[in-house]
């Protein structure tokens, strides 16, 4: 079964302190994503990456960066932390070609007081 | 932008029923996949089942199968005979046929199994 595990489950932080979130996937998968998710909007893709050190924007990047230094890992970072990025935060992985899901961590709750 | 519609808040069904869950979406795109997505109160998201768009069969996974009307560009979840641990927050979403980009997702469908 594909394994991705995101580092915390459970975050509390202060305003303006930089938050890095992490993700491991164990799949060899080439594709990685970061969600964040609010009541009533759904998942809103932050930032994507096909391969190692690719990065690509998704729709709510502002305020957020990313890293990729190797396949299997994906990190989040908050470069100053805002009330406003309290939220629940997903990382997913998945292959490529047809019927390839995005296979999912357990979610970071961050609360940015 | 390119929207995925999901019409029901919340539903409730009764156990060993069958229960339809709405999905449309909005593409120009000819080719596309469109995945259901179950998500507990514990916060998991686990994958349900997939259409792609070129499929002429509705897909089928044990209890899930999908109404994929192209047309209507509709792509309803049904579960037939409900347990009480399909009680989640159920999500629609749209990618590439070759799964590799980005997902839109619903707003999501809150459905609860009453005993």
């Known amino acids: 079964d594909v394994k991705v595990t995101q580092s915390s489950r459970y975050l509390v932080k202060r305003t303006g302190e930089k938050v890095f979130l992490e993700c491991v996937q164990d799949m060899d998968h080439e594709n990685m994503f970061w969600y964040r998710q609010d009541p009533g909007l759904g998942l809103r893709l932050i930032y994507f990456?096909?391969?190692?050190?690719?990065?690509e924007k998704g729709d709510i990047p502002e305020g957020y960066s990313v890293s990729r230094e190797k396949k299997e890992r994906f990190s989040l970072i908050l470069e100053s932390a805002s009330t406003n990025q309290t939220s629940m935060y997903l990382c997913?992985?998945?292959?490529?070609?047809?019927?390839?899901?995005?296979?999912f961590g357990d979610g970071t709750r961050l609360s940015i007081l | 932008a390119q929207k995925i519609t999901q019409t029901q808040p919340g539903m409730f069904v009764q156990e060993k029923e069958a229960v339809t869950l709405d999905c449309t979406y909005d593409t120009s795109d000819q080719s596309y996949g469109l995945f259901w997505y179950k998500q507990p109160s514990s916060g998991e998201m686990i994958f349900l089942i997939y259409?792609?768009?070129?499929?002429?069969q509705n897909a089928t996974e044990g209890r899930y199968s999908l109404n994929f009307q192209k047309a209507r560009k509709s792509a309803n979840l049904v579960i037939s005979a409900s347990q009480l641990g399909d009680s989640a927050m159920y999500f629609c979403?749209?990618?590439?046929?070759?799964?590799?980009?980005?997902?839109?997702f619903g707003q999501g469908t809150e459905l609860s199994v009453k005993p």
């Open positions: 997913a992985s998945s292959g490529t070609g047809p019927n390839q899901p995005q296979h």
């Open positions: 990456s096909y391969d190692v050190k690719m990065k």
């Open positions: 979403a749209r990618g590439p046929y070759n799964q590799g980009g980005k997902l839109i």
């Open positions: 259409q792609g768009s070129y499929d002429e």
